[in-house]
């Protein structure tokens, strides 16, 4: 089955870290942009930082701007997400998906392909 697998979610208090893992079952990453996505109880999915197939990271929301960075290690087929200064609102289930080479400007899950079950992250106040 072609997928990703999410793991390293957990509960953490306001102002600490957690680096999420995306690990591909089935496929190479390589050639795919790698997206990072949440969603919130009761809101849409959304992008959150996407890396390219070269190492290119494209940010789609400001408000992680300096605290989350997106990093990738194609010889463990896997990409990372290392989110720092959690907050409250960063609060959601985290998924990751794959597009050809490029990530798309838009940010929307729309396109993406191979989406895992997510990882729940929870901050607390």
């Known amino acids: 089955q072609l997928q990703f697998v999410e793991s390293g979610g957990g509960l953490v208090k306001s102002g600490g870290s957690l680096r999420l893992s995306c690990a591909a079952s089935?496929?190479?990453?390589?050639?795919?942009?790698v997206g990072w996505f949440r969603q919130a109880p009761g809101k849409e999915r959304e992008g959150v930082l996407c890396i390219s197939h070269s190492g290119e990271s494209t940010n789609y929301v400001d408000s992680v701007k300096g605290r989350f960075t997106i990093s990738r290690d194609n010889a463990k087929n896997t990409v990372y997400l290392q989110m720092n200064s959690l907050k409250p609102e960063d609060t959601a289930v985290y998924y990751c998906?794959?597009?050809?080479?490029?990530?798309?400007?838009?940010?929307?899950?729309?396109?993406?392909?191979?989406w895992g079950n997510g990882t729940l992250v929870t901050v607390s106040s």
């Open positions: 998906a794959a597009q050809y080479l490029y990530c798309s400007g838009y940010g929307g899950p729309g396109g993406m392909n191979y």
């Open positions: 089935g496929f190479d990453l390589d050639y795919n942009a």
